[in-house]
């Protein structure tokens, strides 16, 4: 085995994904360890290395005790990118200005900014920031929003109190972005070609985001491996071409020249398009490439990879908290396993040709199967048109549309320091996006064009499509027998009937409620978290995806507690993609919602799967607007657990149910209003008695909920607390006993879903 002290160090940088925790920065020590046993035990050497770099890199990286410090001073940042915009919030990541010692990486901060300035990349501004920890919702199914901003080295979040602007964008590329900008802003297909130029993807709304997903092209619009390779390859193909016609040379001189000519031209590219990480990353990997090539050395393409790996990883070991990382590794891996196979003999350009568009296909063909297992692990779904539509724009970018953007982006910066603007320079790039750009808009109308898998069948799947590859590969019988046998998990997936248990998910919307019931094949929705307008909704982000990745396509029964936001606004966007049958619900929001059935929230009893929902108040329809106190309350039992579900009902609507005769007791409470002072009254609790309580609640919240009181009050009562602040999603599993699972806990314990940041542990311990 060859470098298996580089096979130990990747290894191990790579399962960190799996620590529980991070190891403080005296593992560093390690380091000594490794020094010593590096000739005789080479794999647990570079393992060792590993784990001393990643506990350093982290610790040095997410270091802000100087900002934390800082109190109410002044300080000095650079923006790096604006990130979103919404209304006049802006989401901005930031760098802060401070000397630097021996230490070349630095972790970023995402501000929220509420102006109207506009901020470019480049410019200096100083800052009064009141930060805060990056602490996101997590949920099954959902974007892992803790886990990507530590991905792109954001370690902490901070309000703007304060702001004024040193000076307008430094240096060449603000300079650069800035003229590029203006000189493309009123042109069709800008927001497409501006990310090709710049690496900068903000322009891309969210419309054209889900359209490049759900035709598998978003990696079209990130400067990555693809961009750099074309690049390469042309400034390759043209430099040695120039110089063969004018010096030719039999030995090696003109084509180490072109070498470093292509190698220095992407590095131009990159820094134009700010080095981000998946550009960073793509630059490594051909780098080494020219390095292995120019020094003679020979490597096997796998040889290659592993020091290509092992370059990313040491560069920034939090890489494999990317899915860029995962599908640029994995597609290299599927290329070098379809194009190192030896190339069967051919005859004449008719069959040359042929051979050619057989293995343009094959590599398409292996690139989707690969590339849609990795979508299906980490996105929990598959883009069912990626196939053809990359079969057809990988070619086309590669041949046309990159190569046009770049000669249009050289003549536009060559002619710059004469004054001239030649927004004319890319007119043929923005013609060159035209298929794209009609086929984004054909994806609104091609069925099927996004599938949810359901948790349950991620692993069965991947187990089913390496069968049946290797059933139609050219391998041995036996091999054969062995790859059918990989087809038997989905089998036994989809024939084994579920478990007679009823579910409990308290999902974490931030400062709102979400529950989720499952009764056998029935689903129950109470209430579905906060909405932002049009840009976003807990009903799309949250709800939607956790119902998708549990097999689900409709929901049984809906109810909306009362009108406030934070519980019926992510009902509209909910509805519009999952058909409803029932919807109990006296609010205004419910009126717009379409439904096959709908109720007025009055004492009833349904009969629910293997349940029955009780509706427990109001007794009267509200007079005007639903608010806290007219809020629907539910009991949802078997006859062994009961849920109440009591939305923000306060103390004065606690005493009319008490005084109802209606029976409160449950095992299992939803605290009303979210565990606030108006609420959880003595005897309401007392009445309960629940066993285990549950506190919907955001992170940081500016209420304080739950309140130090009220958690007291439950606890004094013998009941178990878990807020989802803490805890994630919080999963209760309900037959005879109650299993309790939480995602910080039990459902993904990896160290980038703990709660760290201001106000708590540092990132390391």
């Known amino acids: 085995m060859k470098n298996p002290f580089l096979l130990g160090f990747c290894a191990l940088v790579i399962s960190s994904l799996l620590w529980p925790v991070l190891p403080p920065w005296p593992a560093c020590l390690l380091l000594l360890v490794a020094l010593g046993c590096y000739r005789k035990l080479p794999v647990l050497s570079g393992a060792l290395t590993a784990v001393a770099w990643v506990a350093v890199y982290t610790h040095m990286l997410f270091d802000y005790s100087h900002l934390q410090k800082a109190g109410d001073s002044w300080v000095r940042g650079e923006i790096i990118a604006p990130v979103s915009d919404s209304g006049d919030w802006q989401s901005i990541d930031i760098r802060l200005v401070k000397p630097k010692l021996i230490w070349p990486v630095e972790g970023k901060i995402r501000l929220n900014w509420r102006t109207t300035e506009q901020i470019r990349p480049g410019q200096l501004w100083e800052f009064r920031l009141a930060p805060r920890s990056i602490t996101s919702p997590l949920n099954e199914g959902t974007f892992n929003g803790q886990r990507y901003l530590l991905s792109r080295h954001v370690g902490i979040k901070a309000r703007v109190l304060d702001a004024r602007k040193v000076s307008e964008a430094a240096g060449p590329r603000g300079y650069l972005l800035e003229r590029i900008g203006q000189a493309i802003s009123d042109k069709p297909r800008q927001a497409l070609l501006y990310p090709l130029l710049t690496g900068e993807q903000q322009g891309i709304d969210a419309d054209t985001w889900q359209r490049l997903r759900q035709t598998g092209t978003g990696h079209l619009m990130a400067i990555s ?29 003109n084509l180490v020249i072109a070498m470093v000519v292509a190698t220095f031209g992407c590095l131009l590219y990159g820094l134009l398009a700010g080095m981000g990480i998946p550009t960073r990353r793509a630059f490594i990997m051909l780098a080494l490439v020219v390095l292995l090539t120019l020094s003679r050395r020979f490597a096997s393409p796998w040889e290659r990879l592993l020091y290509a790996l092992a370059a990313v990883l040491f560069l920034d070991p939090l890489s494999p908290l990317s899915a860029g990382f995962w599908l640029s590794f994995g597609a290299i891996v599927i290329m070098l396993m379809i194009l190192t196979r030896p190339p069967a003999p051919i005859d004449g350009l008719p069959g040359r040709l042929k051979h050619y568009l057989w293995s343009l296909v094959r590599l398409q063909l292996a690139l989707s199967i690969g590339l849609g297992g990795l979508q299906l692990v980490l996105f929990g779904g598959v883009s069912v048109h990626s196939l053809w539509i990359n079969l057809l724009m990988v070619p086309w970018f590669s041949l046309v549309a990159i190569p046009l953007a770049l000669a249009g982006l050289l003549f536009f910066i060559l002619l710059l320091p004469f004054g001239i603007s030649a927004d004319w320079a890319f007119t043929p790039a923005l013609a060159a996006l035209l298929p794209l750009d009609g086929l984004l808009q054909l994806s609104d109308r091609l069925p099927g064009a996004w599938v949810s898998v359901p948790e349950q069948l991620i692993a069965p799947l991947c187990f089913a499509t390496a069968g049946a590859v290797l059933l139609f590969s050219p391998v041995g019988r036996a091999v054969k027998w062995v790859s059918a046998s990989l087809l038997l998990p989905l089998l036994l997936a989809v024939s084994l009937k579920g478990t007679p248990q009823w579910q409990v998910h308290l999902l974490d919307v931030g400062q709102g409620l979400a529950v989720v019931v499952f009764s056998q094949d029935k689903t129950l929705v109470y209430d ?14 949250t709800l939607l995806p956790f119902l998708r990745t549990k097999g689900r396509e409709q929901i049984d029964m809906l109810v909306l507690s009362h009108e406030d936001k934070d519980h019926a606004g992510g009902a509209a966007a909910l509805a519009k993609t999952m058909p409803i049958t029932l919807l109990i619900s006296d609010t205004r929001a419910g009126e717009s919602i379409a439904a096959k059935q709908r109720m007025p929230c009055r004492p009833r009893v349904f009969a629910f799967g293997q349940l029955l929902v009780e509706v427990l108040s109001p007794t009267a329809a509200p007079s005007g607007r639903v608010g806290n106190n007219a809020s629907c309350v539910i009991a949802v039992g078997d006859g062994r657990s009961r849920l109440l579900l009591p939305g923000d009902i306060e103390a004065s609507a606690e005493a009319l149910l008490l005084s109802s005769g209606a029976s409160l007791a449950a095992n299992v409470l939803v605290a009303p209003h979210h565990g606030s002072l108006t609420s959880s009254t003595p005897a309401f609790i007392a009445r309960v008695a629940p066993a285990i309580t549950l506190f919907a609640a955001g992170a940081n919240n500016r209420y304080g909920f739950p309140k130090d009181a009220v958690l007291q009050r439950y606890l004094s009562q013998g009941s178990q607390a878990l807020t989802v602040a803490d805890t994630g999603q919080i999963s209760l599993y309900l037959n005879d006993e109650i299993t309790v699972k939480t995602y910080r806990g039990s459902l993904a314990p990896f160290w980038y879903n703990r709660v760290f940041g201001v106000g708590h542990r540092p990132i390391t311990e």
Request: charged share 20%.
């Open 528 to 541: 579905t978290g906060l909405a932002f307008g049009e840009s976003f909704s807990h009903g799309e982000r």
């Open 225 to 253: 491996g693809l961009h750099m390779s074309v690049l390469g390859a042309w400034l390759l193909l043209l430099c040695r071409g120039f110089l063969t016609s004018v010096a030719p040379r039999q030995d090696r001189r």
